[in-house]
């Protein structure tokens, strides 16, 4: 092996091996918690169908959480333990296409603080956010 490709090869392996140390050791905090969030989705392409999803977790204590469809009117109702994320899957209809102002939103509330964060699927990406809490 030349000298110089085995040199530059010593020079990566350090420097990801101190990243490997670095990232494995940080403390990520999230700030983001709340009771009440509102969500809206955009709507990406006529070619695709994919799921939009929360994922939303409880801290300290266990939440019950109801999740308001204001398109449909609807309410669903999820209890969370302490410490875990459950998934909530969104109805497709509710990606808005509309400029201006609509009713293609959830409301998320809950009775704890709890960390929401949203996945869009689109195709050859994806796009994730935490949710702002409004409360």
Do not use: W
């Not at 009117?73 to 990606?95: A, C, M, W, Y």
Request: contains cysteine; aromatic residues 10%.
């Amino acid at each position: 092996m030349d000298s110089r490709v085995a040199t530059k090869f010593i020079i990566l392996l350090i420097a990801v091996m101190i990243l490997a140390h670095y990232t494995d050791c940080r403390v990520v905090e999230t700030s983001n918690s709340g009771r009440e969030f509102h969500i809206g989705l955009l709507y990406g392409s006529s070619n695709y169908r994919f799921e939009s999803f929360a994922a939303i977790s409880t801290q300290a204590y266990a939440a019950n959480i109801n999740i308001t469809n204001l398109y449909r009117n609807t309410t669903t109702h999820l209890s969370i333990p302490s410490g875990r994320t459950k998934q909530f899957i969104f109805d497709v209809e509710l990606l808005n296409n509309v400029v201006g102002l609509t009713n293609k939103s959830i409301i998320i509330s809950s009775t704890t603080d709890i960390v929401v964060e949203i996945y869009q699927m689109h195709p050859l990406s994806s796009d994730g956010f935490l949710a702002i809490p409004t409360n």
